[in-house]
């Protein structure tokens, strides 16, 4: 059985720091999601990751997979409040579906 | 057509009532999806629909009920839900079931079983 595990669960960090966001799942696997949701909102896709080494960047939010350690990150440079939500990252290993983590509730404060 | 629609937004019902979700896409995407997610947890797979024809029910109980008219359009039929239904509801589609393909997820049906 899949397991996707997220942490820290929750975090809270002051605009302009940088943090990660970690990723570890249990089996095998070569494709790697991140999304985004705000209070009440559907989910966002960010990132798609398909292969070992990949490395996405969007903005301050860079994404990468290692797929050895079967651990992706979700590295935030310079957090602005505009960030605040609650970011998942979810993983298939081929024709089964989307297995998610529990979610990083990131809170940006001044 | 980018996007996923879902109606409606906000869904209050009663236990004896009979309701519809309804999801619509216009990507020409041959997978669909509903999910189910709870406060401040992760979405849940509920059904999975290929090709118009369901591929994947989660054990979900009865008394939700899916159906895909056609290649464009998901419903998903309610009757006699009870008061731990309450979610939202997420549609989400992607061009295939393959896993390099990408979900993308309507804005959701908010639920609220009295």
């Known amino acids: 059985e899949l397991k996707v595990e997220q942490n820290p669960l929750f975090l809270s960090m002051q605009e302009g720091k940088n943090y990660t966001i970690y990723c570890n799942y249990s089996?095998?696997?070569?494709?790697l999601y991140w999304y985004r949701q705000d209070p009440g909102k559907s989910l966002e896709s960010l990132f798609v990751l398909l292969s070992n080494g990949a490395v996405k960047q969007e903005g301050r939010l860079m994404a990468s997979l290692d797929t050895k350690a079967r651990l992706s990150t979700l590295h935030i440079t310079a957090a602005v409040h505009d960030l605040s939500a609650t970011y998942f990252c979810?993983?298939?290993?081929?024709?089964?579906?989307?297995?998610f983590g529990k979610g990083t509730r990131l809170s940006v404060i001044a | 057509d980018t996007e996923v629609t879902q109606t409606p937004k906000h869904l209050v019902m009663g236990m004896t009532n009979k309701k519809s979700l309804k999801c619509e896409q216009h990507?020409?995407?041959?997978?669909m999806y509903w999910y189910k997610q709870k406060a401040k947890k992760p979405p849940e797979l509920m059904f999975v629909y290929s090709y118009e024809k369901l591929s994947i029910n989660e054990s979900v109980p009865s008394r939700f009920s899916p159906e895909c008219p056609n290649s464009s359009l998901l419903n998903l039929h309610l009757h006699a839900l009870q008061p731990e239904d309450s979610a939202l509801y997420l549609c989400a589609s992607s061009p295939g079931q393959a896993s390099t393909d990408t979900q993308y997820f309507g804005p959701g049906t908010r639920l609220t079983v009295l």
């Open positions: 979810a993983v298939d290993i081929g024709g089964t579906p989307l297995v």
């Open positions: 990507m020409g995407h041959r997978a």
């Open positions: 089996t095998t696997s070569d494709r």
